[in-house]
């Protein structure tokens, strides 16, 4: 057969006049064989290698001071242009002179804002990789040995979550009808997968059933006489699992929140006695106010406090009542790849699924997420085939998973874990939990920050509390003036955030948390948000982030009087 | 402020002896000043770029002969190393050693089974541009001007497909609350996501009702006394919309399909009569029996035969019945680029919605889908605030989007854009619509083969017929004996589909469609399937790949000799 470059392609007379002519088309899918070319996209992709990093070299924080709407003036253009307008030597340009200037450093050690930092930098010669192959692991007719990785790769964290036995791994590791996992986009949709599977696994067919799946949640409510099936999700958990509710057909107000004692952490005794008094009001009637719990939900690393939910107690109560027990990983996970921390998350091997991001604590790049399942025959619950893929018996992976065409981001993971190994990773999440409680001491030991939440990995929140307003809000006890005192502090850390986010040089982000947690009618604070994950984020640079926000206050109150 | 490289990290001392000691993980943050160290990196991508490039030269099809079984025997070690294993180096020169020759070669001309082909080399480029930023469009504090792009982008294509007025997009483009639609994972998560807004959109929020989101599928269907909900679907549409219908708790058994044509397209007068039965039922009886029409979904190229729905006359009857329109155009989408063949999709400018896929006729590297909405308000009905991101009010893109971390794709597209222009994709276009139905003529040249589904768009299928057999099938009319024969082919084509596969020159898929699909009882039969985008598939190249299957018939038939 001919080799791809002697092909010529039919009928290319009447494209001969555009500019995007037929010659040049093909010249951009053969890749190059002479020299002069070579260095050409070689030069490009050094361009992309270290111009981009010159950017990143002169701007910490959110960058330069463009306003939000002088920048949206000029990406109104909507028609798309019928001749080619640039060249790639030029997008290239354009990109590093327009649009990465314009980007969030998200790489600055003084972004501590946000679950998204620095990347090693192969990472962006692994993503090359992986572009570059462009596989499609939805099927082995289009990945072959991805494939094949990709169920290594999962066994592989699934062993560091639920350690197993290496029987068990032998025997499901490359096994065609079971499976240990999947991968997805991120955490939202590994949590909305663990719920799908959860939810279906409850409504199973069965005699006069074909399943939920099949029959719909109405169809599933009315065979079994169940009133409502819902999830007990951990009070501090992402939104992504009240969404998962409202994808799900459930109703994300059956996503219902269980309370947390005063160390943010679910409520155990709470969960038992809900559970308790959900089964209770089951047939009391002769038919109806059944509730269904499909699942229990704990977090490792909550989104806004980092805290850990009390997996191994947590997991006592859904064995005792049967229940699915799914654990959000998503942040956590990986500091079970650390000695040192591992036991922070004690009880997650307990757990029947367990969300994990690879572009979190993995330091992927953008975006990678993981869902992994105890039992290898439960993700049959969400089993679809086709005639044209995934036939029946095949061992196409996209079978079982929610997404369809995925990328081969198993390999990404692969190769990270070989050039950094346990050790590795370990020596960032140790730094990361290490250097936050570095920070906590020192927003503890300054007079105008308030520690609102302990860090248990490496996320805290604090709040700049003004002395004088701090005297006064010790000494209240009448409710309205708290609140009011509370509602100043608001109004002052609102503003010193965003202030420090249009100066630039550094980034913490704000959310709300309740301030006593587990007292009746408390109410919801302004706080300051730190993630640390940034191995180059040194308790120096935090300082420094703190010492920005004082003087920010100061000026704030100064052009106030 | 300090530059990130003069900063020391704390509490080296106890990592010092680790072979991943903090040092050189620290390296693997900073971007290099040095001239070697740039060297290097460079020559790993210089690896990346032309070391793939050379398998791919010298293999095509589905690459090296390793039996799968083999493949799995390597790849079942379960354990992650403590100590790292592998220098960068040694990871990438593995790769191209192992990976590679054992990944399929989509980019070759002679793999035309499946929608991932060959990518310009310049996507490599834009997807390493997009992992060095690693910005998270979930949300503008982690993306800023990728933000605005995406809207950009996006409005471009929705243009693309929508065409309406400029003072339109000029409203929309930019605006903070309303969305043109929204990147996804691909065409799965977008028709997912469609069939959500949709699903929320007929249960919308009203009096003493909460809407579907809140309450789930049994509440909606409680409050409205209706007795189920449906999507009504082209039958030869994508697996994922049945999946869809199961994700969402509508049951995938109430994702029904509408019958086809004799030229597999939906007919629409089937259409009808179905959506006005459904609604017959409705009051017969007091309360119970009604059925909510949520959708009905058109497919603008399908998987399987490339065909498109008469999306104009389908409008017209979803018009008629206010019912929500979705075409899946994951597929078809970008053939609008073309001026000779965008006529083909007349019709989907009266859509509610529309998928189109990134990675497929857009040519991007894996993963990228787009979901496409009318109305810039109707993504409403899917919006999830929270405290920490996507507040109310904010311009967040994570607000109103099925999936949560997302990386900057749209930039991808938009260069993508700018260097070819739409005359550019045009010819891409072009080409795979035309060099198809070369090879549609050249088959039905041949006595061997038999065209199944002639080509509306780059797809077709066709099956081996040998003439003896050809010809009893051809004279028989007895049910019985065509089902017989049919059984006969059907053996053949699959035989001769995966010899062809695992000699590793060449690749069709095969599929199973119904061989008259309007009459009744009519039954499926094995069909070979191409799909022609590579621009470098010539029909010289198909020709040679009938002339393998040929050569294999006759060797199987000569060995049963």
């Given at each position: 057969m001919e080799s791809p470059d002697q092909l010529k392609p039919i009928d290319i007379s009447k494209h001969s006049k555009l500019v995007a002519d037929w010659d040049s088309l093909q010249r951009i899918f053969i890749r190059p064989e002479d020299e002069d070319c070579k260095a050409t996209l070689l030069k490009y992709m050094e361009q992309i290698l270290f111009g981009l990093h010159e950017f990143l070299n002169s701007h910490v924080g959110v960058t330069e001071e463009i306003s939000l709407l002088n920048l949206t003036e000029t990406y109104k253009e909507t028609l798309i242009s019928s001749e080619p307008e640039k060249k790639l030597a030029d997008v290239i340009s354009d990109i590093i002179s327009s649009i990465a200037p314009r980007a969030v450093n998200v790489a600055s050690p003084y972004f501590v804002g946000h679950m998204t930092a620095a990347i090693p930098f192969f990472m962006v010669h692994l993503k090359a990789i992986v572009a570059a192959l462009n596989q499609n692991v939805i099927k082995l007719e289009t990945s072959k040995v991805l494939s094949v990785l990709e169920k290594q790769v999962l066994a592989k964290i699934h062993r560091l979550i639920f350690d197993l036995d290496e029987s068990f791994y032998q025997k499901h590791v490359q096994s065609t009808d079971t499976s240990l996992g999947s991968f997805t986009t991120g955490g939202t949709t590994a949590n909305l997968t663990a719920l799908w599977v959860a939810r279906n696994h409850f409504f199973s067919p069965c005699d006069g059933f074909e399943g939920i799946e099949t029959e719909g949640m109405a169809g599933a409510l009315n065979h079994h006489g169940f009133d409502k099936a819902i999830y007990l999700v951990s009070k501090r958990c992402h939104f992504s699992l009240k969404k998962a509710g409202g994808i799900l057909g459930v109703g994300n107000k059956h996503v219902i929140p269980v309370d947390v004692n005063a160390e943010y952490r679910m409520d155990v005794s709470k969960l038992s006695k809900m559970i308790k008094s959900f089964s209770k009001?089951?047939?009391?009637?002769?038919?109806?106010g059944k509730t269904a719990i499909m699942a229990v939900v704990g977090v490792a690393g909550a989104t806004e406090t980092g805290i850990v939910d009390p997996l191994y107690e947590i997991a006592d109560v859904c064995r005792e009542h049967s229940i699915h027990f799914h654990v959000d990983a998503a942040w956590g996970g990986p500091v079970l790849l650390s000695e040192a921390y591992a036991g922070k998350l004690a009880g997650i091997e307990r757990a029947d699924s367990v969300t994990i991001d690879g572009h979190k604590q993995f330091f992927m790049p953008m975006t990678c997420g993981m869902v992994f399942f105890r039992d290898p025959k439960i993700m049959d619950r969400i089993a679809y085939y086709s005639n044209y893929v995934n036939r029946q018996g095949s061992v196409d992976l996209g079978i079982k998973t929610l997404e369809g065409s995925r990328e081969a981001n198993s390999l990404i993971l692969d190769s990270a874990l070989k050039i950094m190994g346990t050790k590795g990773y370990a020596l960032m999440i140790d730094h990361g939990i290490e250097t936050t409680r570095a920070f906590a001491d020192e927003i503890k030991k300054r007079q105008m920050f308030e520690l609102v939440t302990e860090p248990e990995l490496n996320i805290l929140t604090y709040r700049l509390v003004p002395p004088h307003i701090g005297k006064l809000r010790e000494k209240a006890y009448d409710r309205k003036e708290i609140e009011r005192l509370d509602g100043l502090l608001d109004d002052i850390n609102i503003m010193v955030q965003r202030k420090q986010r249009e100066a630039g040089r550094s980034f913490v982000s704000r959310t709300r948390v309740n301030c006593?947690?587990?007292?009746?009618?408390d109410h919801e604070v302004v706080v300051l948000r730190a993630v640390i994950m940034n191995p180059m984020t040194t308790i120096r640079v935090l300082s420094e982030v703190l010492d920005e926000q004082e003087k920010i206050y100061k000026s704030i109150s100064h052009e106030e009087a």
């Open positions: 009001s089951a047939g009391t009637s002769g038919r109806k006593a947690p587990c007292r009746e009618n």
